[in-house]
T-cell receptor, first 112, second 116 residues
Framework: AQSVTQLDSQVPVFEEAPVELRCNYS??????LFWYVQYPNQGLQLLLK??????LVKGINGFEAEFNKSQTSFHLRKPSVHISDTAEYFC??????????FGSGTRLQVQP | NAGVTQTPKFQVLKTGQSMTLQCAQD?????MYWYRQDPGMGLRLIYY???????DKGEVPNGYNVSRLNKREFSLRLESAAPSQTSVYFC???????????????FGAGSRLTVL
């Protein structure tokens, strides 16, 4: 069975500071990994994805994530956050066998 | 281009009542999904349909039924609503479910259901 763990339920950060949202996964087979973002009262949108190739993946709005197979992690980073980045972020895993498995989410709160 | 459309956006039910959440996509996607979102639990898969004519249970199917009416539409039915089904429900679709095409999901805006 596969699983996704997002250890931080909330991450408060000041505007223009860097941020890292952590994601660890467990799977017995190779995986595809995703980060989705959910702005208040909206559905989820794809932020970035790792399918294969370079382990550093760049997404929209200046976010990037690094796939680390040895540490089974896929942490999301942004060097300088903006107020508009306030949202909930979900890490998700796909083994190709069924639907995506999502983590519990991390609420990013950017303060002025 | 509407993407994934869900109706209704809000609904309040009494325990024991039934209702159907409707979902339609206009992207010619093969696979469709129903998730529920609860605080601190992320999104949990209720049912999915890998292709027209097929449906499969996800991790929390109890109390729900689904119908893949055609390629565009995938409905979720609560036959006898319970307070534990109070949640936000999301419909999503993707091009395919095989490993040749990673599951990039497109989500609807959500349906907030309250069961009293």
């Amino acid at each position: 069975a596969q699983s996704v763990t997002q250890l931080d339920s909330q991450v408060p950060v000041f505007e223009e500071a860097p941020v890292e949202l952590r994601c660890n996964y467990s799977s017995s087979v190779s995986v595809y990994l995703f980060w989705y973002v959910q702005y208040p009262n909206q559905g989820l949108q794809l932020l970035l994805k790792y399918l294969s190739g370079s382990t550093l993946v760049k997404g929209i709005n200046g976010f990037e994530a690094e796939f680390n197979k040895s540490q089974t992690s896929f942490h999301l980073r942004k060097p300088s956050v903006h107020i508009s980045d306030t949202a909930e972020y979900f890490c998700a895993l796909d083994t190709g066998r069924r639907a995506l498995t999502f983590g519990s989410g991390t609420r990013l709160q950017v303060q002025p | 281009n509407a993407g994934v459309t869900q109706t209704p956006k809000f609904q309040v039910l009494k325990t024991g009542q039934s209702m159907t959440l409707q979902c339609a996509q206009d992207m010619n996607h093969n696979s469709m999904y129903w998730y529920r979102q609860d605080p601190g639990m992320g999104l949990r898969l209720i049912y999915y349909s890998a292709s027209e004519g097929t449906t499969d249970k996800g991790e929390v199917p109890n109390g729900y039924n689904v119908s893949r009416l055609n390629k565009r539409e995938f409905s979720l039915r609560l036959e006898s609503a319970a307070p534990s089904q109070t949640s936000v429900y999301f419909c999503a679709s993707s091009v395919g479910s095989g490993r040749s095409r990673a599951n990039v999901l497109t989500f609807g805006a959500g349906s907030r259901l309250t069961v009293l």
